[in-house]
């Protein structure tokens, strides 16, 4: 989708579409960061006649380069794709929430310190994502992805402190026995 979004945008050879991703800090929300996955991600896109090599450019002491553009059918791709991705919710598969599945497979002590580094790295996260967005001089329209993702990781900092009050408490809790014991009352 960020490639057929930029030929979209004007015809532009894989190094600038890598510029551009950088530079407008996309690679915080797609991984496109080699140059090798772009390269993949166009050859896809040509195949399935989304886009088109519009013309070869040489300059000099450089390899020639591609300089591609959108199709119709490309164009036509990315509005579904769009308007797909904002009404329907997709099933992700996250880390954070696989490695909560598996928490008892840690001591409760070591959870603790793990997720009180987490907190600190979130904390961490969002003081940067701040300081980006008030020095952001664009419109809101081109930051909103960026406010997306401050919410969810302010969202996720309230959860993850909502959960160590928990663990220190004691409200959640185990130990080997404990979960011995919980496994045996489902064994029937």
């Known amino acids: 989708m960020v490639l057929l979004s930029l030929v979209a945008e004007?015809?532009?050879h894989p190094y600038r579409m890598q510029q551009l991703i950088r530079e407008r800090q996309k690679d915080q929300v797609v991984n496109v960061a080699q140059r090798n996955s772009i390269y993949q991600t166009i050859d896809r896109l040509q195949r399935a006649g989304l886009i088109e090599v519009l013309e070869t450019a040489r300059d000099e002491n450089r390899p020639e380069r591609n300089v591609y553009g959108i199709t119709e059918e490309g164009a036509e791709t990315l509005q579904r794709w769009l308007r797909d991705m904002l009404s329907t919710p997709a099933r992700e598969?996250?880390?954070f929430p696989a490695a909560l599945a598996f928490l008892p497979m840690v001591s409760a002590k070591d959870a603790l310190a793990h997720l009180e580094a987490r907190v600190a790295a979130l904390d961490q996260a969002l003081a940067r994502m701040d300081a980006e967005l008030v020095g952001a001089d664009l419109p809101r329209l081109f930051l909103l992805e960026e406010e997306y993702t401050r919410a969810v990781t302010a969202?996720?900092?309230r959860w993850v402190r909502a959960l160590i009050d928990d663990l220190r408490s004691g409200a959640v809790t185990w130990d080997d026995a404990w979960l011995r014991t919980f496994a045996e009352s489902f064994q029937g």
């Open 155 to 157: 969202a996720e900092l």
């Open 93 to 95: 598969f996250p880390e």
């Open 10 to 12: 004007a015809p532009m």
